[in-house]
Antibody, heavy 121, light 107 residues
Framework: EVQLVESGGSLVQPGGSLRLSCAAS????????MSWVRQAPGRGLEWVAN????????FHVGSVKGRFTISRDNAKNSLYLQMNSLRADDTAVYFC??????????????WGQGTMVTVSS | DIQTTQSPSALSASVGDRVTITCRAS??????LCWYQQKPGKAPKLLIY???SLQSGVPSRFGGSGSGTDFTLTINSLQPEDSATYYC?????????FGQGTRLEIK
């Protein structure tokens, strides 16, 4: 079964750090771009970051640049999001997703169940 | 950044109705447009990719159209299980922005 399972979410104080993990199974992880997407409570979806198959290309949304870092370990079939200098507005459910595509299209076809990050004192 | 504007923000319809949701990009994105369905407490589910291609396993009452800047998601013959929030997303260039979402209520 193709699956993504996130972990690592918790309650953290403002200014703190957290590392999220996403374990992939059922497909060739090293062949796919991967993404992180977040959703604040009661709000819409926000794309956070992408990384290519070997980790040599990555992109982050402006609001997290310099604070969050996406990474991956293909030997462990895992995607990570290192989150530093956390702020209250980073409070959200964080989803990892598989990015697929071809000429003229890209989409997130497989999603994890999400992990909750709460930033509060 | 490319802005994606979705409308309406909410709508209510009856079982059997046809509904249309629109998504407009602030610049041309060719067909780099996806539609997702999200139910409360769940992850988004891909419905449509490449603006008009139906994802495997998605009922054929869902359809997408458009290219360039204007796109639509159409749901024919609404079913009770279609009650959800629907999002468009442009994947033409990073950041891959989402629309604000459309909450669909089944009367």
């Amino acid at each position: 079964e193709v699956q993504l399972v996130e972990s690592g979410g918790s309650l953290v104080q403002p200014g703190g750090s957290l590392r999220l993990s996403c374990a992939a199974s059922g497909f060739t992880f090293s062949s796919h771009w991967m993404s992180w997407v977040r959703q604040a409570p009661g709000r819409g979806l926000e794309w956070v970051a992408n990384m290519n198959q070997d980790g040599s290309q990555f992109f982050h949304v402006g609001s997290v640049k310099g604070r969050f870092t996406i990474s991956r370990d293909n030997a462990k079939n895992s995607l990570y999001l290192q989150m530093n200098s956390l702020r209250a507005d980073d409070t959200a459910v964080y989803f990892c997703a598989r990015l697929v595509g071809n000429t003229g299209w890209r989409s997130c076809d497989i999603w994890g169940q999400g992990t909750m990050v709460t930033v509060s004192s | 950044d490319i802005q994606t504007t979705q409308s309406p923000s909410a709508l209510s319809a009856s079982v059997g109705d046809r509904v249309t949701i629109t998504c407009r990009a602030s610049q041309s994105i060719s067909t780099f447009l996806c539609w997702y369905q999200q139910k409360p407490g769940k992850a988004p589910k891909l419905l449509i990719y490449a603006a008009s291609s139906l994802q495997s396993g998605v009922p054929s009452r869902f359809g997408g159209s458009g290219s360039g800047t204007d796109f639509t998601l159409t749901i024919n013959s609404l079913q009770p299980e279609d009650s959800a929030t629907y999002y468009c997303q442009q994947t033409y260039s990073v950041p891959y922005t989402f629309g604000q979402g459309t909450r669909l209520e089944i009367k």
